[in-house]
């Protein structure tokens, strides 16, 4: 309270809500968007800490503080400029890689202000990193055992849109209403699972951003039993990660289907996270 009296306060205010519109110009290609049709308001993935900790590093970086007679002024910073172009390039990634490695899991008040204030958001985090962050995660989301429909988990929501905002953006043509849903229907895998005591059927890797219309025809087939001409057939293949290979387990029964499944599961990603790499630029 003692500092906040040294500002004027709505000067500091507007200052405040200029870093947040930065904040969410940078953040808004991959956080921006619904990703169901019966969903009423958008995803939030981060926690306060985490958004607090970006918010002050975007304010940090913009302004300076000087105190002049007791007052405390806030100037320009002539370093904004090139500190902004690491910061656009660099923060969507932390706020991905953060959140999948759990980061800001419970307190993280003085994490926040480290981060405000170090030039951590400025630097790009390695593709090894990535992998093993990307690997364990992929891990975890294997361990699930469902038996019935769940709530598709928001992390797996937040790493497709690092993906399909950049593949709709080359893809205007087809651009549509998109919502996320399993590639192999759940309803083909249920009885399975049941039977084995649960299969991982919404890890990351049988989710995708599906077109609204398409999957309203899809219900419980893949693209590979339905109608389509062939062109659109393989525009999907690529659009899904798929091959109609991986899905021949499909054809077997009880536990050579977990097996197929998760196989079908580790190709998918690795081509997932190739795919996220080679987007996002990560070398």
Same mark, same amino acid.
């Given at each position: ?7 004027e306060i ?5 200052a405040?809500?200029n ?5 969410n110009k940078?953040?808004?290609p991959?956080i921006g ?9 958008k ?9 607090? *900790?970006i ?11 000087? &105190?002049e ?15 902004k ?17 759990g980061?800001?899991s ?11 204030? *170090?030039?951590t958001? &400025?630097? *790009?985090i390695?593709?090894e990193?990535?992998?093993?962050v ?12 469902e038996?019935r ?6 992390v797996?929501?937040?790493f ?7 593949l709709?953006?080359?893809?205007? *043509? ?17 009885k399975?699972?049941q039977?084995?005591g649960g ?5 990351i890797g049988n989710?995708a951003?599906?077109?609204k219309d398409?999957n309203?025809?899809k219900?419980?087939?893949?693209i590979?039993?339905?109608s ?13 990660f ?24 580790d ?14 630029e990560?070398v």
């Amino acid at each position: 309270p003692k500092t906040l009296k040294k500002f004027e306060i709505e000067e500091l205010e507007k200052a405040i809500i200029n870093a947040v519109e930065e904040v969410n110009k940078i953040l808004k290609p991959y956080i921006g968007g619904k990703s169901n049709k019966k969903q009423k308001e958008k995803w939030v993935f981060h926690s306060d800490f985490q958004i607090i *900790s970006i918010i002050g590093k975007v304010f940090h970086s913009i302004y300076t503080l000087q &105190e002049e007679e007791g007052k405390i002024r806030i100037r320009q910073n002539r370093r904004w400029k090139t500190i902004k172009k690491n910061l656009e390039k660099n923060l969507p990634m932390y706020y991905l890689y953060d959140i999948i490695r759990g980061y800001w899991s419970g307190t993280g008040d003085k994490k926040a202000k480290e981060r405000a204030f *170090s030039s951590t958001y &400025e630097e *790009s985090i390695s593709k090894e990193a990535w992998e093993a962050v990307l690997d364990e995660w992929h891990k975890n989301e294997k361990s699930k055992r469902e038996t019935r429909r769940k709530t598709i988990n928001k992390v797996a929501v937040l790493f497709l849109n690092y993906i399909y905002t950049h593949l709709i953006s080359e893809n205007q *043509s087809r651009a549509k209403d998109f919502e996320v849903d399993h590639v192999v229907p759940f309803a083909r895998l249920q009885k399975v699972a049941q039977e084995v005591g649960g299969l991982p059927i919404s890890a990351i890797g049988n989710l995708a951003l599906i077109n609204k219309d398409l999957n309203l025809k899809k219900r419980d087939k893949t693209i590979y039993e339905m109608s389509l001409k062939d062109n659109e057939t393989k525009w999907l293949e690529k659009w899904l990660f798929i091959d109609k290979k991986m899905l021949s387990f499909l054809k077997r029964k009880g536990s050579e289907v977990e097996k197929g499944f998760n196989r079908y599961l580790d190709k998918r990603f690795e081509r997932m996270k190739e795919k996220f790499f080679e987007l996002n630029e990560i070398v």
